[in-house]
């Protein structure tokens, strides 16, 4: 009796285990082929040259937030804040998306499709050094008092 309790508390622990981490795995490796699919398009910028144009108010920092993977971060030249054809979204105004992880906002879509698409986006995916960045400074606005001149929006993944 003792045994076959066991086993029916055992056996739906085991397969949770392997359930969370064959998700984890997915993820893993869905990003990795993110970046190496950016990295053969040379959609890679380093940090350092992102902050650089950030500091002098060139291009757009673009903060996807997922509740999946954390966040990414995105740069390109273009002026996002007086070039899209949509209205921009401040993180306030993510909502629902986010806990879902999609988003049928006007804004998110054509960012997606425009920027961060890996076939037909332009921006370029950057990571800042984890000395210089928390992740969650990245959603308090503390962006825009790091780098008062930048353009800097919110999307979702």
Same mark, same amino acid.
């Given at each position: 009796?003792?045994?076959?309790?066991a086993w029916l508390?055992?056996?739906?622990g085991?397969?949770?285990?392997?359930?969370?981490?064959?998700?984890?795995i997915?993820?893993?490796?869905?990003?990795?082929l993110?970046?190496?699919?950016?990295?053969?398009?040379?959609?890679i910028?380093?940090?350092?040259?992102?902050?650089?144009?950030?500091?002098v %108010?060139e291009?757009? $920092?673009?903060?996807?937030?997922t509740n999946? =993977?954390?966040l990414?971060?995105?740069?390109?030249p @273009?002026?996002l804040?007086s070039?899209?054809?949509q209205?921009?979204?401040?993180?306030?105004?993510?909502?629902h998306g986010?806990?879902?992880?999609?988003?049928?906002n006007?804004?998110?879509?054509?960012c997606?499709?425009?920027?961060?698409?890996?076939?037909s %986006?332009?921006?370029y $995916?950057?990571?800042?050094?984890?000395?210089? =960045?928390?992740?969650?400074?990245l959603?308090?606005? @503390?962006?825009?008092?790091?780098?008062?001149?930048a353009?800097?929006?919110y999307?979702?993944i």
């Amino acid at each position: 009796m003792i045994i076959v309790v066991a086993w029916l508390i055992a056996v739906p622990g085991v397969l949770i285990i392997l359930w969370i981490v064959s998700a984890l795995i997915y993820l893993w490796a869905r990003e990795v082929l993110l970046i190496s699919s950016l990295k053969a398009r040379r959609r890679i910028m380093e940090w350092k040259s992102v902050r650089d144009r950030l500091e002098v %108010g060139e291009g757009t $920092l673009i903060i996807q937030t997922t509740n999946k =993977l954390g966040l990414r971060l995105w740069w390109t030249p @273009d002026d996002l804040t007086s070039a899209i054809p949509q209205p921009i979204l401040e993180f306030e105004d993510l909502g629902h998306g986010f806990i879902t992880g999609k988003s049928t906002n006007p804004f998110v879509q054509w960012c997606g499709a425009n920027y961060l698409s890996v076939k037909s %986006g332009k921006a370029y $995916l950057t990571q800042p050094e984890k000395q210089e =960045l928390e992740p969650w400074s990245l959603l308090r606005g @503390d962006m825009h008092d790091r780098f008062p001149q930048a353009k800097i929006v919110y999307t979702l993944i």
